[in-house]
């Protein structure tokens, strides 16, 4: 198995709704932070790679609402790369607070030409960055 990248995240009282826990739309913001982490610690400067003419767009999302995560939890984010693509990569968030499962899924990414939007090969200093963090058997964390 590859490594995973984890990121920590405090609940803050806003991103719940009137039930007390997390509301479903934030999720996708919170993996959206934790990919952000992803990108600075591994790969480098985003901004660069769009100078470098490429970007990466969500092609696909979908969750799992397992349990509620609640206000001032601790939201460790992890997110394994299922597969790295010509133009694509996959990763399989799962979030938890503690060892409690509280949601999981899984994120299609493609990189694209940022001017014109159009599919583009995946640059290879960004594939040799996450190849490290491809999982070995993919499947197994569905």
Not at 49 to 71: C, K, N, P, T, W
Not at 87 to 97: A, C, G, H, K, M
Request: charged content about 25%.
């Amino acid at each position: 198995m590859g490594d995973v990248f984890t990121h920590r995240i405090r609940v803050r009282y806003s991103e719940c709704d009137a039930q007390g826990v997390v509301f479903n739309g934030q999720y996708l913001f919170l993996y959206d932070v934790a990919v952000t982490e992803l990108w600075r610690e591994v790969v480098g400067d985003y901004a660069a790679m769009i100078e470098g003419g490429h970007d990466l767009v969500v092609a696909e999302s979908r969750l799992r609402y397992r349990q509620g995560a609640r206000f001032d939890e601790l939201l460790d984010v992890s997110l394994p790369v299922a597969k790295l693509g010509t133009t694509s990569l996959v990763v399989r968030p799962e979030f938890r607070v503690g060892d409690r499962l509280i949601a999981d899924g899984e994120v299609r990414h493609v990189f694209v030409d940022p001017h014109t939007m159009a599919k583009k090969e995946m640059p290879a200093d960004v594939r040799t960055a996450l190849e490290p963090y491809v999982v070995a058997d993919a499947d197994a964390l569905s």
